[in-house]
């Protein structure tokens, strides 16, 4: 059996027996890889206890399935873990905020700081905005008060 294949049976299974531990309503758990990142799509008609409060329980699903995966086959692993699309409509909210972001610090030519976000949400807007050659985004702060500063290079 290829790697690829015994780590994406390995994810399946996992997944699963976390879902069945947790005793939460599940129809389907698909593992696809993409771009090198094997993603684990859960579909729930409650996915609520799921994701939790901003995703934080989705966060920790994904970084107890990234340690398993790390034991068994090493840190050239990357994984991500979705329910009900729920990281795909905070990335489309997150490149809006970024861009409404990016827009006010250009007219107002100040400063634009975003409210404290997770690494994944700052790395997202870091990476959305990093094609503009008149930007440039900054984390400050330091634990749960990280968050974004949107600069205008251009000055007045």
């Known amino acids: 059996m290829d790697q690829q294949k015994e780590i994406a ?9 976390i879902i069945d531990g947790l005793e939460q309503p ?8 993409e771009e090198g990142v094997f993603k684990i799509h859960l579909q729930s ?11 934080k329980n989705l966060n920790s699903l994904q970084t107890i399935l990234g340690l398993a ?4 086959f090493g840190p050239e692993v ?28 250009k007219l107002e ?3 634009i700081a975003l409210a404290p976000m997770s690494a994944f949400e700052r790395r997202l807007i870091h990476l959305f905005l990093a094609p503009d050659p008149q930007l440039e985004t ?17 000055k007045s």
């Open 45 to 55: 008609s409650q996915p609520g206890i799921l994701i939790g409060f901003k995703g």
């Open 9 to 17: 049976d390995f994810l399946q299974k996992t997944t699963q027996e």
């Open 109 to 111: 030519k100040k400063p």
């Open 138 to 154: 900054i984390s400050e702060g330091e634990g749960e008060q990280r968050h974004i500063v949107v600069k205008s290079k251009i």
């Open 26 to 33: 599940v129809s389907e758990i698909k593992v696809s890889q």
């Open 69 to 72: 995966v790390l034991k068994k």
């Open 78 to 105: 990357r994984i991500l873990v979705d329910v009900n699309d729920y990281r795909k409509e905070q990335e489309e909210k997150l490149k809006s905020l970024a861009l409404e972001a990016a827009e006010r610090a």
